[in-house]
């Protein structure tokens, strides 16, 4: 997935993202690379410019926490930057595989949640699970699988992303941060070894080396049928399955954002009814349902078929990337 020289590469990329300005140095306007140069990172971390040099090279293996902390603050890295430097430097990696089989009792829980939508995510940004509201938010999408693949690869993301730039930089930045925490992911591998051979622009941002987990924010997109809506993000960490995330999308009593989803509720139990479940007029129709068809070659199909409601965990293994 990376460079044998994984430290390297990423001072490399984060250098290059720091404007001397941002740094308190002068700028003579007349460089010829991005960012600081290495004598200018090396001043700044109180190090010496031979010892940076030989740090980015891969010639020195072995930086001290003090050193790499100070590095941190030269190139004014936030915490989770700056985590992912000492992950690399004091070669500090998490030795927990990252979950795919979602918990029958998280499963319960999104039972209980009718009138949001939330959906479990993968470390590779796989849905492994999702409820009837979170289906009809992403059902304008050709497959409901994954958020890097749909957001790169399907051409109607442009149109359900009302900034598409800011959520593809965030994607990729969370992906970034799922990497650090399990560098040996093959599924995140594949994931990005698919998407840098398929969309430039994920190739570009992944090159950024940015590594931001998303745990909030606010969203902003169009749906063809309720319209804008305006919801707010968390994403819980579930941690009895090491790279799970619990995803709930919801909206302030009384706002544009909550009537908004009414709507779509209404409209995921109308989709239920016409997939000819049978107790889709009840309270159980909002049950989560398994993503992934066990018997597909790359574990990422569509939901243009009919879905029981019934909640199920994931055990099969995920494919390739494909557009």
Same mark, same amino acid.
């Given at each position: 997935m990376?460079s ?35 004598d ?29 902390r ?5 190139l ?11 992950r690399? &430097?004091?070669?500090?990696?998490g ?14 829980? /999104?039972?209980g949640?009718r ?11 796989d849905?492994?699970?999702a +409820?009837? /509201?979170?289906?009809e938010?992403?059902? &304008?999408?050709?497959?409901y699988? +994954?958020?890097?693949? /749909? ?21 990729? &930045? ?19 070894g ?6 430039p622009?994920f ?27 305006r ?11 090491? &790279? ?5 999308y ?8 909550? +009537? ?5 509720r ?31 070659t ?18 099969s ?7």
């Amino acid at each position: 997935m990376e460079s044998e020289n994984e430290l390297g590469a990423y001072l490399r990329a984060r250098r290059a993202a720091v404007s001397p300005g941002d740094a308190g140095l002068p700028d003579n306007g007349s460089r010829r690379v991005p960012g600081l140069r290495r004598d200018e990172v090396a001043l700044l971390a109180g190090v010496s410019t031979d010892y940076y040099i030989r740090l980015e090279q891969g010639r020195e293996r072995h930086p001290s926490e003090q050193v790499l902390r100070a590095i941190a603050g030269a190139l004014r890295l936030d915490d989770a930057a700056a985590a992912h430097l000492f992950r690399l &430097g004091l070669s500090v990696f998490g030795t927990a595989a990252a979950a795919t089989t979602v918990a029958p009792e998280l499963l319960r829980l /999104m039972d209980g949640m009718r009138d949001v939508p939330a959906f479990v995510i993968g470390a590779a940004q796989d849905v492994l699970a999702a +409820n009837a /509201m979170a289906r009809e938010l992403y059902d &304008g999408f050709a497959r409901y699988d +994954n958020l890097l693949r /749909m957001i790169f690869l399907d051409p109607y993301a442009r149109e359900f992303y009302a900034d598409w730039d800011r959520a593809a930089r965030i994607a990729v &930045g969370n992906l970034r941060a799922s990497a650090s925490q399990f560098p040996y992911d093959e599924r995140i591998e594949r994931v990005v070894g698919g998407l840098s051979l398929r969309s430039p622009a994920f190739a570009g941002l992944w090159a950024r080396y940015e590594v931001r987990p998303r745990t909030h924010e606010d969203k902003h997109f169009r749906h063809p049928r309720v319209g804008e809506l305006r919801l707010h993000f968390e994403a819980l960490a579930v941690t009895s399955a090491p &790279g799970q995330h619990l995803s709930v999308y919801s909206a302030e009593p009384g706002s544009a954002g909550a +009537n908004s989803l009414v709507l779509l509720r209404r409209l995921s139990k109308q989709a239920t009814s016409d997939s000819g479940d049978p107790d889709a007029d009840s309270e159980d129709a909002d049950e989560p349902v398994d993503q992934h068809d066990p018997d597909s070659t790359d574990g990422m199909h569509g939901t243009d078929g009919p879905e029981t409601p019934t909640a199920r965990s994931i055990t099969s293994a995920e494919g390739d990337i494909r557009s």
